[in-house]
């Protein structure tokens, strides 16, 4: 959330998928979705019986999570998934429900972020690398956990930083070529001055429509600080700490 925003006051579901979800990233999760609102629904879905989520026995007292037990009726059925899919859309048609989290690694979970989304509600995914592509797309944001936790332990090398960069160019996850392409078509279709710079407030919400990218992935707090790491792109700050960007090449 960018300094001097107010504080979001939204009702905000977080469900959790346990079986493929990592328990010392909930700290982590609730801070982020914090930009949301109160994380004021909270549920966790899993065979309790499990060795596997005993690390999430601890967590479900400390924050008043509700676990919600599914047993393994069938082998190699997942019934977690399905429960959740039911509860969100429960959720979804109470009308109660300013924005969702989505915590798992699991592409079941596709259309359930699709299909809120439709309704105008923000989706934000929580998971791994190992997360599939179509989930990722599916949501507002996604927020791969393992990379921002390997970035959170990356100290920033100060001699190779640029003014307004807040971290170290060299990220432990690169920036793509297809993440500087849509930026970079971003900015070309948002409205530029006649040197050539456009508000990145602009920028970035082109390029949030085509993206689920989140720059906290990369070892960045918002897209600013990412895009002035960036070679290919130049920021400028102007009166009243408006932020404005113009592609260099």
Known sequence: MPDGDPIPHGNIALLIDADNAQAAALDDVLTILAELGSVNIRRAYGNWNKAGLKGWVVLIQRHAIEPQQQFDITKGKNATDMKMTIDAMD??????????????????FMPVAMRIRQNGIPVYGFGSSRTPEGFRQACTRFIDLQTLKENQDVQPDTAAERPGRSRAAASKQPVDEELVRLLGEAWKASKRDERGYAPIGEVGQRFNARSSFDARSYGFSRLSELIASLPQFDIETREGNRQFVRRMR
Do not use: C, P, T
């Open 91 to 108: 959720l979804l048609y109470s009308n109660r429900v300013d924005g969702f989290g989505i915590m798992s690694s699991d592409s079941d």
